[in-house]
């Protein structure tokens, strides 16, 4: 799948007032043209109902699927499931954007949305805080063992240098 700006245009300004349903199948197509760099694959639905009336538009969103990271741990890929659901209000008047109350202003000039962005937005959102393997079930690490070791020499190597300023300041110190 390529990435097709006019598959995400709402054109609310036709829209008669009531309730409408939009869904989007995303895949990494999508994230790449925001240039992520944080998601390595993603395969997610986000569905979104809309209720429309006069003078504003509620955007009610469902993120559901599976986003991979490279895991915090051993910096292998992970794939792990997301899942959030989140509002966003736009208010069709002449005013300019304003932050407070997480309200969006559209001008009445305006005839269409452009949901990429928020669609884009709400994926963020919707990361899990800790991007590491699970465990088996005896309580083991899924973490690339290999690469624990490695990661954990570099360190070593890195640490070797902070040792030895930290000598010169207890040189200092002892004088
Ligand atoms: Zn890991």
Redesign the pocket.
């Known amino acids: 799948m390529a990435f097709h700006e006019k598959e995400y245009i709402i054109a609310y300004k036709s829209l008669k007032d009531g309730d409408y349903e939009y869904s989007w199948s995303l895949d990494k197509s999508f994230t790449d043209h925001f240039d992520s760099t944080e998601i390595m694959d993603i395969s997610v639905e986000v569905d979104v109902h809309l209720i429309k009336s006069s003078r504003l538009l509620q955007f009610l969103f469902k993120v559901s699927g599976n986003i991979t990271f490279e895991?915090?741990?051993?910096?292998?890929f992970?794939s792990l499931p997301v899942e959030l659901e989140n509002e966003m209000i736009f208010k069709i008047e002449g005013k300019e954007n304003n932050f407070e109350e997480e309200i969006l202003y559209l001008s009445e000039e305006e005839s269409i949305i452009n949901m990429a962005p928020f669609i884009y937005e709400n994926i963020i959102f919707s990361f899990p805080i800790k991007r590491?393997?699970g465990t088996d079930k005896k309580g083991k690490?899924?973490?690339?063992k290999d690469?624990i070791k490695k990661l954990e020499t570099l360190l070593v190597k890195d640490e070797k240098p902070v040792d030895e300023r930290w000598n010169d300041l207890n040189k200092l110190l002892n004088n």
């Open positions: 895991c915090d741990r051993c910096l292998d992970v590491v393997h690490s899924l973490c690339n690469m």
